[in-house]
């Protein structure tokens, strides 16, 4: 009797939704069937609506069905889906073929879904570890230039140019260097971190690694966020494998090179995301901003020179090595090179993970992928790159999504977080739960966001009052300004941004007459 092989994904969207209970019902039904049935547990397509989204290997290839509850698993076996049948209301046909999949350009993401997370045979069969051989064979220079040429910018929210910060690094002169990854993923609406570290592992590891031998780190840190167990457990059990087959440790695959990393918990402080509280909670203390300089790649983590990557810049390093730092720049435009996992999120009808070139719009992502709202109510408002971008109205959703367009109209893609509101949406309360948050999350160091945020949440509540309205817009303007210009870090510095936007682009929320109609730039 043939085994028939299922893919189940592993990923927390999917266990969120029952994946485990899939996974019983599937073994439970074949079992009574008779059928032999060997089930691969991967990460997720990125298509969340469709969890638990069930592949059957087929001689056409993987066929979908989605979204699969354990009560649907015996309606599916008499609809023949172990044969790959399309007789039933789940059937999506191929799954490469699902148009939200083949409409994208899946570079980091070329493997999440496709391979079993943890199988290191099923990683260097598409394509793993290619990138860090090659930079086994490179000097330390050559391999920052390709990183350099390739575009890559820093993924994590600040766009800064990877290539740049590693020559930093390499340059500079120390007995120990560090690699510290910054996997806190703190964004409203963001998951592409997760995605990768739950779904392909082995490429985080691999980034790290190829960093670790460019700039001369012999060690690295993955700072995780507590609120991902399941990463924490896939990313340790790959780690141990790497190990175990002398892809990490003291001479890497014959090279000479040494490198090792290990995953630490972080505590939940959304501060804790940004690169130097990162730092201080790396080292044990409470995550507190440092004053810059010295910069951290010079004086980082215990006082080392440290490279702070985002999880998907360090993801993006091993195809930028494995196949040169001029194909991967050969996608998106302007100054924004490479692409973007953009993640969508809110009010939509298929949220989930989209990588795609810089240049797409907001408005293809919203309707052409996302399907439009959940609700069927028109979409109002789209918070882009977390809770420090900007609110978007439909007059800007035409611009393409690059980092320099984006900054003109005093937007962000940040680490490309897409959160939309429909029409019942109130802007004004909006523009207070990001003054509160940014109350709430403030590290204290500075007063601009420590007592600022207090106050522009005070402010915002008396314009929603009516009480003294114009006098507090007034207020608060200033306000903004003071934080704008004074805070210490982003979270100060940019809560502004929401706020501003929601009061610009929907003042009616505040009791004000309506601005005439937004321009775009
Ligand atoms: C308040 C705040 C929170 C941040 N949170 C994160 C985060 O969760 N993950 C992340 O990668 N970067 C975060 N950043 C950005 C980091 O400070 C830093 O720019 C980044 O880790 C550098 O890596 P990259 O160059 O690869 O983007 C945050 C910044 C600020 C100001
Ligand atoms: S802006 Fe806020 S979070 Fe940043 S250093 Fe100042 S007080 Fe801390």
Redesign the pocket.
């Known amino acids: 009797m043939t085994n028939i092989t299922f893919y189940v994904p592993q990923d927390a969207a999917a266990l969120a939704v029952g994946a485990n209970d899939v996974v019983t019902a599937i073994q439970a039904e074949a079992k009574k069937r008779q059928l032999m049935v060997n089930i691969i547990r991967n990460g997720s397509r990125g298509m969340l609506w469709l969890e638990t989204l069930v592949e059957v290997v087929t001689p056409e290839g993987r066929v979908a069905y989605g979204p699969v509850e354990a009560d649907d698993v015996p309606g599916l076996f008499d609809a023949g889906w172990h044969e790959g049948k399309p007789e039933h209301s789940l059937y999506h046909g191929l799954t490469e073929d699902i148009p939200y999949l083949k409409k994208q350009q899946r570079l980091t993401f070329a493997r999440v879904g496709i391979i079993n997370p943890l199988s290191l045979e099923d990683y260097q069969a598409h394509g793993g570890y290619e990138g860090l051989k090659k930079a086994l064979s490179m000097a330390p220079e050559k391999i920052v230039e390709e990183v350099t040429e390739s575009g890559l910018?820093?993924?994590?929210?600040?766009?800064?140019p990877?290539g740049i910060?590693w020559n930093t690094v390499l340059k500079a002169q120390a007995d120990q260097k560090y690699i510290a990854c910054?996997?806190?993923?703190?964004?409203s609406g963001?998951f592409s971190?997760r995605m990768v570290m739950e779904g392909d592992p082995f490429t985080l590891i691999e980034g790290m690694t190829i960093a670790g031998v460019a700039v001369g780190a012999t060690y690295g840190y993955i700072y995780l966020?507590s609120e991902y167990p399941q990463a924490a457990d896939v990313l340790n059990k790959a780690i141990a494998i790497a190990r175990e087959t002398g892809w990490l440790g003291n001479d890497i695959q014959g090279s000479g090179h040494a490198f090792d990393l290990e995953v630490r918990i972080g505590a939940g402080a959304?501060?804790?995301?940004?690169?130097?509280?990162?730092l201080d909670s790396l080292e044990g203390k409470r995550g507190q901003?440092r004053y810059k300089p010295p910069l951290p790649a010079l004086k980082g983590l215990f006082g080392k020179p440290t490279v702070?990557?985002?999880?998907?810049?360090?993801a993006s390093v091993p195809i930028i090595l494995a196949k040169g730092g001029a194909y991967y720049r050969d996608f998106g435009m302007g100054r924004s090179k490479g692409t973007l996992p953009f993640q969508l999120a809110g009010n939509l009808k298929q949220g989930g993970l989209v990588e795609l070139a810089f240049g797409i719009t907001l408005r293809e992502l919203l309707y052409d992928f996302g399907g439009g709202s959940a609700s069927g109510r028109p979409l109002r408002a789209v918070q882009v790159g977390?809770p420090?971008g900007a609110y978007l109205p439909e007059s800007q959703w035409d611009i393409p999504l690059d980092y320099e367009s984006y900054m003109k109209v005093n937007a962000m893609v940040g680490?490309g977080g897409i959160v939309a509101f429909d029409d019942t949406v109130d802007m004004a309360h909006m523009a207070e739960y990001a003054m509160e948050f940014c109350a709430v999350?403030s590290c204290g160091k500075c007063t601009p966001c420590r007592i600022g945020a207090v106050r522009g949440t005070e402010v915002i509540q008396k314009i929603r009052q009516d009480h003294q309205r114009e006098q507090q817009v007034h207020l608060l303007r200033d306000l903004c300004d003071t934080m704008l210009s004074g805070s210490l870090?982003?979270?100060g510095?940019?809560t502004p941004y929401p706020v501003l936007s929601a009061l610009e682009h929907f003042p009616q929320d505040f009791g004000l007459e309506a601005a005439p109609a937004a321009s775009q730039a």
């Open positions: 910018r820093g993924r994590g929210g600040a766009a800064f990877t910060k910054n996997a806190d993923e703190g964004d963001t971190d966020r959304y501060i804790c995301g940004e690169e130097t509280s990162m901003v702070i990557n985002n999880v998907i810049s360090l977390g420090l680490h999350e870090c982003a979270l510095g940019m």
